[in-house]
């Protein structure tokens, strides 16, 4: 069965062609993210207009690239929510004008949902329930996964998402938008303990909180800026050394990553899971990967992450998951609108 995915939740354009929910013959991703930059965030209008412009063009190149005509096509996904609204409806209103005209069924898939799928693409028996994490610029949520349309949610973000504090202290650094990368990159070469940025579980639940911590770099960055030597010139008034730019990075993403880590192991002691699944953009991070990967040897459980090119929002994991919830019976009608 051939599915064509379709994500306009955010910032990407994307397309792609999955067979039977594994098989990927086409992943087509036209990002918005260069017109955004100098805003240092996604500006709604901005993703909206780039999706209406370009969707069909990255539909035909998604087509093209599985080698398949338009016919042959089984059925149509797309992203139905969390997202920015005008950029939901812009997919939504293409993926059923194409269902409606080519009498296909139509999936609506929830895009935290395809960002966990994401790192279980090549699995061919899933066993549930496995605890599920989505770390993304919008959402930094733990859930219950008791099937791919059952998620139950045990913790979640009180303010910023932890993929929005890269990019907020990526801001304060002056290294530009999207912060995760960069951070990421800096943080292997900076000193972890070099500054001591506190993020705690909240009251011992398996919420999150970042908005503190966020804080805590921009008044660390005001109060020990000014130093001498080849220094960058900030919004903020301060001026900090390269050296000190890679301290700060490693400091709070361990502080950061840490909390994520500690509640992560929470949910899989309280549940008696031994499977962690993760997905969404933050995913990515190589410091993220290695805490986990340490933990999960030495406290004997299994972790999934998906292919670094399926971590950021794609099409391929809305086709993928459309699949299993078409295999459960799973359609939507043509009235569906987006779901925030
Ligand atoms: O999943 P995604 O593409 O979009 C949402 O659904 O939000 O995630 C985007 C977020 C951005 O905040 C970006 O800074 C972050 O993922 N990100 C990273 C890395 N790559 C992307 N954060 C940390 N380390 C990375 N390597
Ligand atoms: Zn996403």
Redesign the pocket.
């Known amino acids: 069965m051939f599915i064509l995915g379709i994500e306009t ?2 910032d990407e354009t994307a397309a792609s062609v999955v067979k039977n929910g594994r098989l990927v013959l086409s992943n087509v991703v036209s990002s918005s993210l260069r017109y955004h930059r100098r805003f240092g965030g996604v500006i709604p209008e901005i993703a909206t207009r780039h999706h209406v412009e370009n969707i069909d063009r990255v539909i035909f190149r998604s087509l093209h690239e599985a080698g398949l005509q338009i016919e042959d096509i089984d059925a149509i996904a797309v992203t139905q929510g969390p997202g920015l609204v005008g950029a939901l409806l812009s997919g939504i209103s293409c993926a059923k004008a194409m269902a409606y005209s080519l009498d296909i069924p139509l999936i609506a898939v929830d ?1 935290l949902k395809a ?1 966990v799928y994401s790192a279980l693409m090549q699995e061919r028996r899933v066993r549930f329930p496995f605890i599920g994490l989505v770390i ?4 930094t949520r733990l859930s219950l996964v008791e099937d791919f349309d059952v998620f139950k949610v045990l913790g979640d973000t009180l303010d910023d998402a932890i ?2 504090a ?2 907020k202290v990526a801001k304060i650094l002056g290294l530009g938008y ?4 960069v ?2 990159r800096l943080a292997k070469k900076g000193n972890p303990h070099a500054v001591r940025f506190i993020c705690r579980p909240i009251n011992g639940s398996l919420d999150f909180s970042f908005s503190g911590i966020k804080t805590a770099v921009l008044y660390y960055v005001k109060d020990n800026g000014s130093r001498p030597v080849r220094n960058r010139r900030f919004s903020y008034g301060a001026r900090i050394t390269d050296h000190e730019t890679r301290n700060i990075s490693a400091s709070f993403q361990e502080a950061a990553l840490s909390v994520i880590v500690k509640n992560s192991i929470k949910a899989m002691e309280k549940y008696k899971i031994k499977t962690l699944v993760i997905g ?3 995913s ?3 410091r993220f990967r290695e805490m986990i990967t340490r933990e999960s040897m030495f406290r004997g459980f299994k972790a999934y992450f998906p292919p670094i090119d399926l ?3 794609n099409a391929v994991m809305v086709a993928g998951v459309a699949y299993r919830l078409y295999k459960k019976g799973i359609e939507s009608g043509l009235d569906i609108t987006a779901a925030l």
């Not at 993304?136 to 959402?139: A, L, T």
């Not at 999207?178 to 990368?181: D, E, R």
């Open positions: 939740s955010c895009h960002h993304s610029g919008g959402h993929g929005e890269y990019d999207p912060g995760g990368p951070i990421d969404g953009g933050v990515a991070n190589s971590c950021s929002d």
